[in-house]
């Protein structure tokens, strides 16, 4: 099946045309026939597109919104200029969509119809910064290829519906969940469901005989326990503000601290949250950059101690989340490392590991070094605990379940 799969930001659109099936999946040999992103919707948009495994091309086009954006696409991808392997719209047989918040209706993939969009709508409310982006995806895609075409809505929440009511409430008035639904949503999940899954593909162990963390660590970061399969605990919280120090998050901290500010700065609650959200974590602690392939360069040619401070931070706070979880868990198989930090960041990967060695996990220097963007090892010898680098496919496993929903396959991965 040819799926199109989308993810839409504020003013972006990523895309992959994506061909799976059961056997495919099975053997890993779905086919990703094109990709790409159109960055800059609303004025002159910048087009990134690729087919297969092409080098991909950039090119300019004004497109004054997201329905425009998929209009293009889908004129691209059926063209003879694309290279891709398809002939017509008409082969391009459902749709699936990247929605992040889910809330406590939508705990699997669904089909989208109109009683599920007003639904979604409904919880904007719960993450006014991605779900209305989402929606408009979902419009233009139906807009573009017609009501015949099946979309599928993944939610970024719905892998941590499994997490115990220990592990999802806060300790706050009881009475603010049962009005409100105030708890532990968290996110990523399509990310660590996918790597766990891999995990047990690459290593033969069955769903319920395997106990992982999985980090998946980028500009937004965030640390799952899974237990057979299932999330019992997760970084991310109400909103993916919480956990993890990430690029411009700040990650836990003290909510008395708010007051505090608001009253020493002036700042109001919308200032304090835009600050928090966009102005600290990486950013914030080094004063430079919420990268961190330039904080470790500024680090390793400069000696600047505020970047070296922010890269600490980062590592010490997944730490400490690590031992919190091995103690949850009573112990792991393995840790797996994933996103465009744990997948291409041989020294962040080391520092993480290097005071862990009570716990019997020991990392393979060389093994570490060697291994970027790809799968495979890098625990030493006699480490109690693999360590292993997994890159994440979030659009594949989009993908995926956009053909199990479509089909009503009864698979498990």
């Given at each position: ?6 993810n ?12 799976t ?17 159109v960055?800059?919707?609303g ?21 004054r ?12 991808l ?12 008409a ?7 990247r929605v ?6 939508f ?19 719960l993450?006014?910064?991605h ?50 639904r105030v ?7 399509t ?10 593909q690459?290593?033969g ?57 608001s ?22 602690l080094?004063?430079?950059t ?7 360069a ?25 031992g ?5 868990m ?13 997948e291409?960041?041989?020294d ?14 020991s990392?393979?220097?060389a ?26 496919d ?19 991965y």
């Amino acid at each position: 099946m040819r799926i199109l799969v989308l993810n839409a930001g504020s003013s972006s659109l990523k895309f992959q045309l994506i061909d799976t099936d059961g056997g495919a999946i099975a053997e890993s040999r779905d086919r990703r026939l094109a990709r790409g992103q159109v960055e800059r919707i609303g004025g002159q948009a910048i087009l990134t597109l690729a087919a297969g495994d092409a080098a991909p091309t950039k090119s300019t086009a004004p497109i004054r919104d997201h329905a425009a954006a998929v209009e293009h696409v889908i004129t691209w991808l059926a063209g003879p200029q694309s290279g891709v392997p398809i002939e017509s719209v008409a082969e391009i047989e459902a749709v699936g969509h990247r929605v992040v918040h889910g809330g406590e209706r939508f705990t699997h993939s669904t089909r989208i119809d109109e009683a599920v969009r007003r639904e979604l709508e409904d919880l904007i409310e719960l993450a006014p910064l991605h779900n209305p982006h989402n929606l408009r995806g979902i419009a233009a895609a139906r807009s573009a290829l017609g009501t015949g075409i099946p979309q599928v809505a993944v939610f970024d929440t719905a892998f941590h519906h499994s997490l115990p009511d220990t592990a999802y409430l806060y300790a706050i008035p009881y009475q603010l969940y049962r009005r409100h639904r105030v708890r532990r949503y968290g996110f990523h999940g399509t990310s660590h469901r996918y790597v766990a899954y891999r995990y047990r593909q690459l290593t033969g162990r069955t769903r319920e005989g395997t106990k992982i963390i999985t980090l998946h660590l980028g500009n937004g970061a965030s640390a799952c326990a899974i237990v057979g399969g299932n999330s019992v605990d997760t970084s991310m919280g109400f909103t993916p503000l919480e956990g993890l120090v990430m690029g411009t998050r700040s990650g836990d901290i003290d909510p008395a601290i708010l007051d505090f500010v608001s009253a020493k700065e002036g700042l109001t609650l919308h200032e304090l949250d835009s600050m928090l959200n966009k102005q600290s974590g990486l950013l914030g602690l080094s004063g430079l950059t919420a990268d961190m392939r330039e904080l470790l360069a500024e680090e390793a040619e400069h000696g600047d101690r505020r970047a070296r401070l922010a890269v600490d931070l980062f590592c010490y706070r997944i730490r400490k989340y690590l031992g919190a979880y091995l103690a949850a868990m009573n112990g792991a198989d393995a840790i797996v490392f994933a996103g465009g930090i744990g997948e291409n960041s041989s020294d962040v990967r080391a520092r993480i590991c290097a005071e862990l060695d009570w716990l019997g996990i020991s990392l393979d220097l060389a093994r570490n070094a060697s291994l970027i963007g790809a799968e495979g090892r890098i625990d030493a010898e006699g480490s109690r605990i693999e360590l292993w680098v997994i890159p994440t496919d979030e659009e594949l496993l989009i993908a995926r379940d956009t053909w199990r929903v479509v089909t009503g396959a009864d698979v498990r991965y």
